[in-house]
């Protein structure tokens, strides 16, 4: 089992490539949908994802993706599952099994992420419908007096036992604690969130006993929040990244594949660019993606429900996935983008 964990963990950052997180639950889905006046209906979703697995040519950057509890039910329209259209396409199919998350009862403005319960036999349903790896997600929020100890622990201690729950159903858990970009915070303070949340969350994947070869981190890059008015240079940002996970992220972990969490689809890859230039030949672990909307916003604005839309759309997806695998390279720039 444990050579079956982390065969598969290596292959989901293997090649260059990345995976594509198409997890989005119901509100999720539907907030990006309002956006651009697409129906928010079971029908319109499907399409959506339909477009999306059926790009020509998406295996050649992305090496896995994150699907929805209703999307791997679903099909295309000529009745193949989507979990076989994607590894017919050489992209291993992942779910979310994470049920959003709540405020945290005694700590105001924190959350905590549920799902555990029932979560063994849910595991074992996914796995019969192909999946080989899932993804939780524990969201930590940078503000007055927060993030909390309480917050911190209590969010570890819920991946972590998430993470040996995957690893005993033979699924590679993708771990994601983010600390969210919302909020005017700088980088020294999501830079000394970042490295609490990772090295406590380390520390309870330990006293849970996950295999560390068998699992992918899914983190936040090192960034001052949104609505900081000193925003750091490209490289500042790739090195307060680089250096805050060399210090909490232990080697025996393959993988880290960002999430974009709100930047820019450009700045995003620019970047992921800029860290493998600086520390591909030195850092212990793949630094890889592991997007949703800096790979799909720009596809999801040329579709906006239209079938007539669809091959533009899938152009604009392969045209993201394949600057994401440029940044693993080292090798994308703006030139790129025209
Ligand atoms: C942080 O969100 C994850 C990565 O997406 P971005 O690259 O857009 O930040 C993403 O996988 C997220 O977990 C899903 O979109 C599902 O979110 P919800 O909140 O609907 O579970």
Same mark, same amino acid.
């Given at each position: 089992m444990s050579e079956q964990l982390a065969s598969t963990a290596k292959a989901m950052v293997a090649g260059n490539k990345g995976l594509l997180a198409m997890d989005e639950s119901h509100p999720t889905c539907g907030k990006r949908f309002a956006k651009l006046d697409i129906p928010q209906t079971i029908e319109m979703r499907q399409a959506y994802r339909e477009m999306i697995v059926t790009?020509?040519? $998406?295996g050649e950057c992305i090496s896995g993706a994150i699907l929805f509890d209703e999307t791997i039910r679903q099909q295309t329209k000529d009745g193949r599952p989507f979990a076989e259209v994607l590894t017919a396409a050489g992209i291993i199919p992942g779910i979310k099994v994470d049920a959003g998350t709540k405020e945290l009862a005694g700590h105001p403005g924190e959350k905590i992420t549920e799902g555990l319960d029932g979560l063994r036999e849910h595991l074992a349903e996914y796995v019969q419908m192909g999946a080989r790896f899932a993804k939780w997600r524990g969201v930590i929020t940078i503000g007055d007096g927060i993030p909390s100890r309480g917050c911190i622990q209590a969010n570890a201690h819920t991946l972590a036992r998430y993470a040996a729950l995957c690893q005993e159903a033979g699924l590679v858990p993708i771990v994601e604690p983010e600390v969210l970009m919302d909020g005017g915070h700088t980088l020294e303070q999501c830079r000394a969130a970042t490295e609490d949340v990772l090295r406590t969350v380390f520390d309870q994947l330990h006293v849970q006993r996950v $295999? $560390?070869?068998g699992i992918i981190l899914k983190p936040n890059m090192v960034l001052a929040g949104l609505a900081c008015p000193n925003q750091e240079t490209v490289d500042e940002v790739a090195d307060a990244t680089v250096e805050t996970l060399l210090r909490a992220v232990p080697a025996a972990v393959p993988g880290v594949a960002f999430l974009s969490g709100g930047q820019s689809s450009e700045l995003a890859s620019a970047r992921l660019n800029a860290m493998n230039v600086r520390y591909k030949s030195r850092a212990p672990w793949a630094l890889a993606f592991s997007f949703a909307r800096a790979i799909q916003q720009p596809a999801l604005e040329i579709w906006r429900g239209e079938e007539a839309n669809v091959p533009a759309a899938q152009q604009a997806l392969l045209h993201r996935a394949r600057c994401n695998r440029a940044a693993r390279r080292g090798e994308y720039s703006a030139a790129m983008e025209r």
């Amino acid at each position: 089992m444990s050579e079956q964990l982390a065969s598969t963990a290596k292959a989901m950052v293997a090649g260059n490539k990345g995976l594509l997180a198409m997890d989005e639950s119901h509100p999720t889905c539907g907030k990006r949908f309002a956006k651009l006046d697409i129906p928010q209906t079971i029908e319109m979703r499907q399409a959506y994802r339909e477009m999306i697995v059926t790009t020509p040519g $998406l295996g050649e950057c992305i090496s896995g993706a994150i699907l929805f509890d209703e999307t791997i039910r679903q099909q295309t329209k000529d009745g193949r599952p989507f979990a076989e259209v994607l590894t017919a396409a050489g992209i291993i199919p992942g779910i979310k099994v994470d049920a959003g998350t709540k405020e945290l009862a005694g700590h105001p403005g924190e959350k905590i992420t549920e799902g555990l319960d029932g979560l063994r036999e849910h595991l074992a349903e996914y796995v019969q419908m192909g999946a080989r790896f899932a993804k939780w997600r524990g969201v930590i929020t940078i503000g007055d007096g927060i993030p909390s100890r309480g917050c911190i622990q209590a969010n570890a201690h819920t991946l972590a036992r998430y993470a040996a729950l995957c690893q005993e159903a033979g699924l590679v858990p993708i771990v994601e604690p983010e600390v969210l970009m919302d909020g005017g915070h700088t980088l020294e303070q999501c830079r000394a969130a970042t490295e609490d949340v990772l090295r406590t969350v380390f520390d309870q994947l330990h006293v849970q006993r996950v $295999l $560390l070869e068998g699992i992918i981190l899914k983190p936040n890059m090192v960034l001052a929040g949104l609505a900081c008015p000193n925003q750091e240079t490209v490289d500042e940002v790739a090195d307060a990244t680089v250096e805050t996970l060399l210090r909490a992220v232990p080697a025996a972990v393959p993988g880290v594949a960002f999430l974009s969490g709100g930047q820019s689809s450009e700045l995003a890859s620019a970047r992921l660019n800029a860290m493998n230039v600086r520390y591909k030949s030195r850092a212990p672990w793949a630094l890889a993606f592991s997007f949703a909307r800096a790979i799909q916003q720009p596809a999801l604005e040329i579709w906006r429900g239209e079938e007539a839309n669809v091959p533009a759309a899938q152009q604009a997806l392969l045209h993201r996935a394949r600057c994401n695998r440029a940044a693993r390279r080292g090798e994308y720039s703006a030139a790129m983008e025209r």
